[in-house]
């Protein structure tokens, strides 16, 4: 059994990205520069636009934060997504999410000028993606199609249930599965799927994005599966400085022993989708 290293892949990565970051920087006199609109105080969304900003600095992209409070208008935060959008210097944003409740969500993600939407939320943007047009790519679908290549998992004609699907996961991550690279058979499981742990059994890699501690049981892994685990569910610690520590879906020492290949949570899917975020800022320039 292989315990899949995304920190180390992550780092591999990223000075791949700073020597091209370099590169472009000394080209056009001016960094790639990354932005994020955070509203509110929420720890999660906090401690995620934290680590995107620091794994800005490292690969030597300029970043921005531009912060509001719970009670930011629509108004007030279109406008700085137009100013955002009508700014050359900068490449790509994000809008972290989730907004408070008297935010629409999905006009706020359809304002985001498509050409720096990185996080790959617009709808143009996610139907290039589905349909293999050159696009950004969904930051964790992206992240994991690296993670499976890098350690050169056989996709082609294995069967490969995903668990969840999430406009930014499941669903993007099932098209990404079934496109000629990849080339797998493609089961998605959700709320209303019937059997679960069976069609999980007969996984040659499976794929938990549910966001639900010790979801995925060893009972519902077959012996040398792949098992992907990109739940990150904030559970109390007193072990941990901030309170908090992460709990992916899988019962890792449990299913551990069965698998040929298993993500741990921290340190497997996480720091491969902050990772994309950076390559897709990259992209900006293509
Ligand atoms: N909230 C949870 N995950 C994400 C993400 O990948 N991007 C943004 N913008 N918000 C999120």
Known sequence: MTIIDGNKVAKEIKEEIAAKAKKIKEERGLALHLAAILVGHDGGSESYVNFKMKDCAEVGFDSSLIRFEDNVTEEELFEAIDKLNNNSAIDGFIVQ?????????????????????????????????????????SATPLGITILLKRYNIETSGKNCVIIGRSNIVGRPLSVLMSQKEMNATVTV??????NIKEICASADILISAMGKPNFVTADMVKDGAVVIDVGTTRIPSNQTKSGFKLSGDVDFENVAPKCS??????????????????????????
């Open 189 to 194: 499981l959700h709320s209303g799927s019937k």
């Open 261 to 286: 290949f298993i993500t741990p949570v921290p340190g497997g899917v996480g720091p491969m989708t902050r990772l994309a975020l950076l390559l897709n800022t990259l992209e900006t320039v293509r």
């Open 97 to 137: 999410l989730p907004l408070p409740r008297h935010i629409k969500e999905q006009k706020v993600i359809e304002a985001i000028n498509p050409a720096k939407d990185v996080d790959v939320f617009h709808p143009v943007n996610v139907g290039k993606m589905m349909i293999g047009l050159p696009s950004f790519v």
